[in-house]
């Protein structure tokens, strides 16, 4: 079991590297942001996108948020342009960080049941085993954008979560 501290702890983490990589990004024009870099999602824009639509979803799922409209193999779309990535994505982090932050340390110790829509079939999980996913998805694919920006020049700041200051 996950407390509610641990919750919030990683939602101020969550918000401080999408930060920290967005703010390296910024420093790529936007060509170098979406050229094909052989990633899964294939290129920093496209990486960044999947991370925002996938971060909706749960979302939807744990805060009762609307879904994205967009299916899982158009997720790399899920904002048009950078500035309103930019946008989405600190909106995004807010709503990660109020639902964090109403969590107490007994509230995820249900089941959730939800309908994929790309496995299209049903599934039930612990709420805490899905927390833990959003975080752990989140890490993963920003693992994937920092070592995309550091081939493309950019210079990302601090990732490790000792180095995250009180925020």
């Not at 996938?54 to 409209?69: E, F, N, Q, T």
């Not at 158009?74 to 048009?80: H, R």
Request: net charge negative; charged share 25%; aromatic share 10%.
């Amino acid at each position: 079991m996950i407390s509610a501290e641990y919750l919030r702890t990683l939602a101020r983490y969550n918000r401080w590297q999408n930060d920290n990589l967005v703010t390296a990004a910024d420093g790529l024009d936007e060509a170098e942001r979406r050229a094909d870099r052989g990633a899964f999602f294939g290129s920093i824009f496209g990486t960044f996108n999947h991370l925002l639509w996938a971060d909706r979803m749960w979302m939807s799922r744990l805060a009762g948020l609307p879904k994205p409209v967009k299916p899982l193999t158009e997720s790399v779309s899920e904002a048009e342009d950078w500035p309103s990535f930019k946008t989405a994505r600190k909106e995004t982090d807010d709503v990660i960080s109020t639902w964090a932050d109403r969590q107490g340390d007994g509230d995820l110790t249900g089941q959730l049941t939800w309908h994929s829509r790309s496995a299209d079939r049903e599934f039930s999980q612990p709420l805490w085993l899905l927390a833990t996913h959003v975080f752990n998805h989140q890490t993963h694919h920003r693992g994937q954008i920092h070592a995309l920006l550091t081939a493309a020049g950019a210079k990302p700041g601090a990732t490790d979560l000792p180095f995250m200051t009180a925020a």
